[in-house]
């Protein structure tokens, strides 16, 4: 929720929907290319980036790219750990059964270009969903042709979110006002009873809004007006500039795994 | 053209659990007053709204909109609800835009609108309710009173001659009150046709041209807001107050300290004194 409010106060709030998009596509594309000075790049970069220009407070980045990392630590374990190494191939190796057990320095070399390279396109998803509001993103995806339908779920999953996510928060205070969560069984029970009327609460809140629609003309389509934003071009040429550079570097330099 | 903006003729609704909301209502409601229901919970005043809007359909009886009765086909209910605008109690099961913009873009794209007219009307809209500066913040982040007068704003951008209020002034803090009451007053003035339901005795008295009580899915009384309030026994059948405005009055009038002249405000009291 606090992501949320940030979103919509970023410092490229304002800039077309669109040319975040392709930015960040066009960069996750260039991240797709074995090299680990470029993806180091496009790591600075979308920090840079996000942090600088779209005045996202730093320690919150960088509390959002741990988040990812606990993944990944644990992903990348099973190409760190290599069975039957030599010695001289391994930076620490044990004797295991008939075999070895160690950690490989190719096996560490390996893993911390697939990091470097993970990591470049998380950076890249976190430049679109840190700086680009979600309702940006669905008038994006109208103006691409989305059925109407997804897009009208997707509108009011987003708001209701927000109401359901409220309610439940003043119901969970009203009955830890009456010690509703003092003990494991009482919460349980109290978790319970706030699930359930949430449920029915939603339920007649839903033909609320209904009601409240159909009494301003709805007739099965939420037709709303999107604000308009405009390209630039001088977006549209840094744009092209960064993402040639990047290009450019990952070709020339070769920091490949082979 | 009539001399009523509604009509009602023993009007009975009966909710689908069998409740009966309304029992043989009949009532009408003069063009250009400034019109308050008043009656207890569950006395059947939003019920009574949305017949006035189309939403529901009477099981017995009929309205009627400017002396014409309303039919529920759909160009006859789109005409109605372009005409009548109700602002629901709650904002939150009203607003399902994700933006002040979209969420008062809503009522005149369904009005079949031109693009750069649905954004003239919004942009007036959200003036006349005082959140302009809002239009592109996400409508989860404000506060209650905001939401309140963006639920105000989608309504006049349909730019109905009447617009139905229930209990507005519903958790309400005073300020916001005072606001919200100066620009009924204001759409009064230009023209807008007002009604609109609440518990607030002493706003009925002060605001009102003319009162509604409701009791039971029934009409009490209808009249002047001095009608009513003199009648103590229809003030103790709707469980109603006397305005405490009203009270002091009559204290003054019995000790001979007034003339016959009823203040209408606090202002009026200190003016006549």
Not at chain 1, 153 to 171: G, N, P, S
Not at chain 2, 18 to 44: H, Q
Not at chain 2, 54 to 63: A, M, Y
Not at chain 2, 193 to 210: M, P
């Amino acid at each position: 929720m606090l992501l949320d409010s940030l979103v919509y106060k970023n410092g490229l709030k304002d800039v077309h929907p669109g040319e975040k998009l392709i930015f960040a596509l066009i960069t996750m594309c260039i991240g797709f290319i074995p090299n680990i000075y470029c993806d180091g790049l496009i790591i600075l970069l979308m920090a840079a980036i996000i942090i600088i220009k779209g005045e996202i407070p730093p320690k919150i980045y960088l509390h959002l790219i741990f988040l990812p990392l606990a993944f990944l630590g644990m992903s990348i374990l099973p190409i760190v750990i290599n069975f039957g190494a030599s010695a001289e191939q391994s930076l620490v190796h044990f004797p295991f059964f008939q075999t070895t057990i160690g950690v490989t320095y190719g096996g560490l070399k390996q893993a911390g270009f697939l990091s470097a390279r993970s990591m470049a396109l998380v950076s890249c998803l976190y430049f679109i969903s840190l700086t680009t509001p979600i309702l940006d993103l669905i008038a994006l995806l109208k103006k691409l042709n989305v059925p109407g339908v997804l897009l009208d779920l997707m509108l009011l999953i987003y708001r209701q979110l927000f109401v359901v996510l409220d309610t439940a928060e003043k119901i969970y205070t009203a009955q830890n006002a009456r010690l509703g969560y003092v003990n494991f069984k009482s919460s349980l029970n109290s978790m319970g009873k706030l699930l359930s009327y949430l449920i029915t609460k939603s339920f007649s809140d839903s033909k609320r809004l209904y009601t409240a629609l159909v009494s301003r003309g709805y007739d099965g389509e939420l037709k709303v007006l999107d604000s308009n934003y405009r390209f630039s071009v001088k977006n549209l040429l840094i744009i092209a500039a960064i993402d040639t550079a990047l290009f450019v570097i990952a070709l020339k330099t070769g920091g490949s795994f082979k | 053209m009539s001399q009523y903006i509604f009509e009602t003729c023993e009007l009975e609704y009966e909710y689908p659990d069998s409740t009966k909301a309304l029992k043989g209502i009949n009532l009408a409601i003069e063009k250009g007053k400034k019109t308050a229901v008043l009656g207890p919970n569950g006395a059947g005043k939003s019920t009574l709204f949305l017949h006035f809007n189309g939403i529901l359909k009477p099981k017995s009886g009929r309205v009627l909109f400017d002396g014409r009765e309303i039919e529920y086909n759909r160009r006859h209910l789109m005409e109605l609800r372009k005409n009548v605008g109700i602002v629901f109690q709650d904002p939150d099961t009203q607003i399902f835009a994700g933006t002040v913009f979209q969420e008062v873009s809503f009522g005149p794209l369904n009005l079949g609108l031109k693009d750069d007219e649905v954004k003239e009307r919004v942009e007036k809209a959200l003036i006349t309710a005082g959140v302009y500066d809002l239009a592109q913040k996400p409508t989860h982040l404000l506060s209650y009173g905001q939401k309140k007068r963006v639920c105000i704003a989608g309504v006049l951008a349909m730019e109905p001659e009447v617009i139905i209020f229930d209990e507005p002034t519903a958790y309400l803090d005073p300020k916001h009150c005072r606001i919200l009451l100066e620009s009924l007053n204001v759409l009064h003035q230009s023209g807008k046709q007002i009604i609109l339901s609440t518990h607030d005795v002493n706003l009925a008295y002060g605001w009102a041209d003319n009162i509604i009580i409701i009791k039971d899915g029934k009409l009490l009384k209808s009249g002047t807001p001095e009608e009513i309030f003199a009648n103590d026994e229809v003030l103790k059948q709707a469980d109603l107050q006397k305005p405490m405005l009203l009270e002091v009055y009559e204290v003054l009038f019995e000790k001979g300290l007034i003339g016959k002249r009823q203040p209408k405000s606090i202002e009026d009291l200190k003016y006549i004194l």
